[in-house]
């Protein structure tokens, strides 16, 4: 079984300042994928970032990096300069490459961040 | 180069009715998995279609749910007898092939309300 935990219910940031959103993870994959999704208030699911398991680096995207550190089976989202259009819910999720778990993406149940001035 | 189309984006349905959600996945993607998203909660999965065939329905209801990907037309997540407990956001993503690394690709759901 797999599965994603975010201990983080609520974040509060300075506008300018950067983030870091915890995820911790648990498969028995030995291959894995993980993602990060936002979810502003208007409802939709916006895709982030990905990290494969074997990648050797950690991946970016703008503003966005992913802490990857896989012994401790983490994958910490880090957003930068935050803005106040970052205010919003943030899912980690992950995918296997079994036939039971390649198929779906299991979520956590997400961070709530707040951008303030 | 329209996105995961969802529709309706908010239904309203009292209990005992049915209720239809359709998804029309993106141009060239060929998968279609289903989450259902409870009030406060991640998204929790439901079941991956593809044309005509459904691969995995290890996140569905055992009663009243139901899925589908025709060979023509979106995909229709059906929902008979609706409960208050049904009452929730549904996605849809897609992805052109079955390990989408960056594939999936969310719609903007649809919210069911049952009363």
């Known amino acids: 079984a797999q599965k994603i935990t975010q201990t983080q219910p609520g974040m509060f940031v300075q506008e300018k300042e950067a983030v870091t959103l915890d995820c911790t993870y648990d498969?028995?994959?030995?291959?894995?994928?993980l993602f990060w999704y936002k979810q502003p208030s208007s409802g939709e699911m916006i895709f982030l970032i990905y990290?494969?398991?074997?990648?050797?680096q950690n991946a970016t995207e703008g503003r966005y990096s992913l802490n990857f550190q896989k012994a401790r089976k983490s994958a910490n989202l880090v957003i930068s300069a935050s803005q106040l259009g970052d205010s919003a819910m943030y899912f980690c999720?992950?995918?296997?490459?079994?036939?039971?778990?390649?198929?779906?993406?299991?979520f956590g149940t997400g961070t709530r961040l707040q951008v303030t001035l | 180069n329209a996105g995961v189309m969802q529709n309706p984006r908010h239904l309203v349905r009292r209990r005992g009715q049915e209720a239809r959600l359709r998804c029309s996945p993106m141009?060239?993607?060929?998968?279609v998995y289903w989450y259902r998203q409870l009030p406060e909660e991640g998204l929790k999965f439901m079941v991956y279609?593809?044309?005509?065939?459904?691969?995995?329905e290890s996140g569905m209801p055992k009663e009243r749910f139901s899925a589908e990907f025709p060979k023509e037309g979106p995909s229709i997540l059906r929902i008979q007898q609706v409960v208050r407990g049904d009452s929730a956001a549904y996605f849809c993503?897609?992805?052109?092939?079955?390990?989408?690394?960056?594939?999936?690709?969310f719609g903007s759901g649809t919210r069911l309300t049952v009363v």
């Open positions: 279609l593809q044309k005509e065939n459904i691969i995995d």
């Open positions: 141009k060239g993607h060929s998968h």
């Open positions: 999720a992950m995918r296997g490459a079994n036939t039971g778990t390649a198929s779906k993406l299991t």
């Open positions: 990290q494969g398991s074997y990648d050797q």
């Open positions: 993503a897609s992805s052109p092939q079955r390990q989408g690394n960056y594939g999936y690709t």
């Open positions: 498969t028995s994959d030995p291959s894995y994928g």
